[in-house]
């Protein structure tokens, strides 16, 4: 009888030593398998979960302007006073609604090539008025002209051109017209063959962004989605001048915080101020500093300058109501009002299997002016502006369904796995500790006996 009971006391024992190690092995198995599965459905190639939601956005991408409507142009351009702006907006578009087009798989290379139509659609509801809405914005035309044609006697030629068509440093524009393009009179007059519509986006619609060549992540899931090739360059030697896409080569994030986005633990990513430093602070930067009087000797920071990817435009972006900006840039402009929470760039990702589910890219496109004698519109100015035109945040977040979606595929089933993993160690331990301490307990009884 005494066998009997404690040779079921071992075996409790043993048997809850075995739940227990089954559960500690299981964590290691668990996530292995987790993780082969998650790197096979991340992979961009036919079939995967990964590759379906980047030919089309999974959800919804909007592009919110916000426009600087000039509350005192006629003050400014005759007296060179302070710019004093008042932001209006949002102005909302659905955008990246357009499947990627001609995507090519190169197996050997483990890459993926591709043609990004553009395409925006007007989203009333999501905005305060509508395309037909009328700013007071820079003449972009005019403010480029002594930057595009520094000669005195051309400025002296084109500012008969820019009075004949009444033209001033500044002009009323719709939505429409700023954003996606209008004759400019200005242009139209000039008896030469010139490109005459102007738009700080045009053109957009109807045209493609590309050719990329990204990598699969086949061979190396580290890499999935990074850009190997824009036109033609390899990402790390494209030169200073040749693409836009150089503005945002040295473009990285750095960890923020960790949040819960519709029931899903993700980590925030947030675009350091180190980005838009000076190139004294931050060589990388180097591209972006093409002039010494402006800039300063490159020590001013918050803004790059990106003319030499705009044809010598004077476009120059920065964080939205220039924040983190040299104080000096914002000083010449009244009515901006910069803070973190709403001007910040920022990227929302699952850390288990890295999937972006919301972001918020933010940015500023300004326009520098500067005097210019020979011409009537600008004549009048005293120092040199950096101009702010709009701002705009470009947004997504997953959508409540795919939310659910992935909370039940995912998240839902790794918390299961970990439960069951933890049920099985301790009741394992449980187990264990309690069939040894009966059998000790069993053993002492009977030598006492």
Not at 283 to 311: A, M, Q, R, W
Not at 329 to 358: C, K, M, R, W
Not at 436 to 449: E, F, G, Q, V, W
Request: hydrophobic share 40%.
């Amino acid at each position: 009888m005494g066998c009997n009971r404690n040779c079921g006391l071992i075996t409790g024992a043993v048997i809850g030593a075995a739940v227990a190690l089954f559960g500690g092995i299981l964590m290691p198995v668990g996530d292995m398998l987790i993780e082969k599965t998650i790197k096979k459905e991340s992979v961009l190639e036919e079939g995967t979960i990964a590759f379906k939601n980047w030919v089309k956005a999974g959800a919804n991408v909007y592009r919110q302007f916000w426009i600087f409507d000039v509350q005192n142009p006629d003050e400014v351009a005759v007296n060179s006073s302070k710019i004093k702006v008042k932001q209006r907006g949002p102005y909302t578009y659905r955008v990246r609604y357009l499947a990627k087009d001609i995507i090519t798989q190169d197996s050997k290379t483990h890459t993926v090539s591709f043609l990004r139509p553009k395409g925006a659609i007007f989203e009333p509801s999501l905005s305060v008025g509508t395309e037909n809405d009328t700013f007071t914005v820079l003449n972009l035309a005019v403010a480029a002209t002594p930057h595009l044609y520094p000669s005195t006697f051309v400025q002296i030629i084109l500012n008969v051109f820019i009075k004949n068509s009444n033209s001033f440093m500044f002009q009323k524009r719709t939505l429409k017209e700023l954003l996606w393009g209008y004759k400019d009179p200005f242009l139209s007059s000039v008896p030469y063959s010139i490109p005459t519509t102007v738009g700080v986006f045009y053109p957009y619609n109807n045209t493609a962004d590309g050719v990329y060549k990204i990598f699969s992540g086949k061979d190396d899931i580290s890499k999935v989605a990074r850009i190997d090739t824009y036109k033609g360059y390899i990402l790390h030697l494209i030169p200073c001048h040749c693409s836009f896409l150089s503005v945002f080569r040295s473009f990285y994030a750095v960890f923020g915080a960790e949040i819960n986005l519709k029931g899903i633990p993700v980590y925030r990513f947030v675009l350091p101020s180190r980005i838009f430093a000076s190139p004294l602070q931050n060589p990388d930067n180097h591209c972006f500093c093409t002039e010494k009087i402006i800039s300063k000797d490159c020590t001013l920071y918050g803004v790059l300058d990106i003319s030499k990817c705009k044809e010598g435009k004077p476009v120059y972006i920065s964080l939205p109501h220039f924040l983190h900006a040299s104080p000096e840039i914002a000083e010449p402009i009244e009515g901006l009002s910069p803070n973190e929470e709403e001007h910040s760039t920022y990227l929302d990702v699952e850390p288990i299997t890295g999937f972006t589910l919301q972001f918020a890219q933010r940015m500023q496109i300004n326009i520098l002016v500067k005097p210019a004698k020979n011409i009537v519109a600008l004549k009048g100015l005293k120092h040199n502006y950096l101009v702010p035109i709009l701002w705009l945040n470009e947004t997504a977040t997953i959508g409540d369904e795919k939310a659910e979606m992935f909370r039940n595929q995912v998240t839902g089933k790794i918390n299961l796995l970990g439960l069951v993993e933890m049920t099985l160690m301790s009741v394992g331990a449980v187990m264990f500790i309690a069939f040894t301490i009966s059998y000790c307990a069993c053993r002492l009884k009977n030598r006492l006996n």
